[in-house]
């Protein structure tokens, strides 16, 4: 379908969110696609950062119960604001670790081998973290990696079919580890169809939300997902290394954690220092350490942002980017050799359009020559990420221009096809 400049101009005079870019920290004549790397400063997290400095500098360690953000209390706040965005109960949330951290934690919880009933499935497309803790807590439980860990493959090397992780059940596997949005194609998986089958099956059920969380709405207290983790650095904009998230579904509550530690206390019975934990009743058991404040309340500033917003609306507009990018790709760029991969599907795509080209190292180093900050993985894909909130429809329009214009004068052949370091 041909889109015009006039297209985009049109849309972004219908947009609900379009005054929510004056929220955040933009760079003139910078077009920012790596949203769902890093998401840019909100002024409003700006400020909710330095509330809590200013705690600090004012009431040192009485902070924790009478700044005007207690931060004994921040980490269950930040999880009922979080609730609304993934379908959960404000107390089936809890903002704290890292990403990587919280599945450790929940699969030290969940992944209980017993009999047959030992392996756990996963796929081949993950992010390397997730394989990563997945290897360490089998070897952890004394088995062999390669006897207990199922990765489902890939049939094209950027999607996956629900059939086939759902042929891949028995009654050998103990739980499931999926991605909700696969990080280089950009799929949506059927979160609520795998979930139903594997329950039918009696198994443990988790997803990891990095690159939906913030972009789409979830309901995995509905859909009787068991645990999920998550970042809030990406789409949630919560800054570099900010604290992350998970979720355990209700029916779980009130057992102890598998890595127990101070904050997984009951916060009445936290300082009778008791040798006996006495768990929360809430996902706040599934916290361990004291929690980091200063990485946590910048996300205070953002939930507000998204609250206002709605996760609903912010969803229609992300599928609109989209569906933009991927009409202009095909019809500005199909001479150049450019795939898409994500799924044309409304329904099975997540935030950001998937392009592979033989060169797409280099081409991403003249992007970021322009102005325009793309996201490349490994070995060919250049990923756009257009987040609603602060990326309008004719900056999508001026990036797909900005990348014929590269193509036709041949700018990237200036730069090696090789990764830098970091990517």
């Not at 006039?6 to 947009?15: G, I, P, S, V, Y």
């Not at 009654?171 to 696969?182: G, N």
């Amino acid at each position: 379908m041909k889109r015009e400049r006039q297209d985009a101009k049109r849309l972004d005079e219908q947009d609900e969110l379009l005054s929510f870019k004056s929220e955040f920290y933009t760079t003139p004549h910078t077009y920012y696609m790596d949203g769902n790397s890093l998401g840019l400063l909100s002024k409003r997290s700006e400020q909710a950062l330095l509330t809590s400095l200013e705690d600090w500098k004012q009431h040192g360690i009485d902070g924790w119960t009478e700044g005007e953000q207690p931060w004994y209390y921040m980490s269950e706040k930040l999880g009922e604001m979080t609730a609304p965005l993934i379908g959960a109960k404000a107390y089936e949330v809890i903002n704290t670790g890292s990403i990587t951290t919280n599945l450790h934690q929940l699969l030290a919880t969940f992944y209980k081998p017993e009999g047959r009933r030992t392996k756990i499935i996963a796929d081949t497309l993950n992010f390397p973290s997730d394989i990563y803790a997945l290897k360490s807590q089998i070897e952890l439980k004394g088995l062999d990696v390669n006897e207990n860990l199922v990765q489902i493959k890939s049939s094209n090397g950027y999607t996956l079919s629900e059939d086939d992780i759902i042929s891949a059940m028995d009654d050998e596997t103990a739980l499931l580890l999926l991605p909700s949005v696969l990080y280089r194609s950009g799929q949506l998986l059927d979160i609520e169809k795998i979930t139903l089958n594997a329950h039918k099956r009696g198994i443990i059920v988790g997803f990891d939300l990095a690159h939906s969380i913030g972009a789409l709405p979830h309901h995995l207290h509905d859909w009787g997902v068991d645990f999920a983790v998550w970042c809030t650095y990406k789409y949630l904009n919560s800054g570099p290394g900010g604290t992350g998230g998970l979720y355990v579904h209700e029916k779980h509550l009130g057992q102890k954690p598998g890595l127990a530690g101070w904050f997984s206390s009951s916060k009445d019975k936290q300082f009778d220092m008791e040798h006996d934990l006495t768990p929360a009743e809430t996902a706040g058991a599934y916290q361990i350490g004291t929690p980091h404040i200063l990485s946590s309340a910048p996300l205070l500033g953002s939930l507000e942002i998204f609250k206002e917003a709605g996760i609903e609306t912010i969803r229609k507009k992300s599928l609109q980017l989209t569906q933009l990018l991927m009409d202009l790709v095909q019809s500005e760029l199909h001479e150049y050799g450019f795939r898409i991969t994500n799924p044309l599907e409304d329904h099975r795509r997540g935030g950001h359009v998937s392009l592979v080209h033989s060169e797409a190292a280099s081409i991403c180093k003249a992007l970021k020559q322009e102005g325009v900050v793309p996201d490349f993985r490994s070995p060919d894909v250049i990923r756009l990420a257009p987040a609603a909130l602060y990326v309008s429809f004719e900056d999508a329009y001026d990036v797909v221009m900005i990348l014929k214009e590269i193509m036709k004068d041949k700018k990237h052949k200036n730069f090696s096809n090789q990764r830098g370091t970091i990517a």
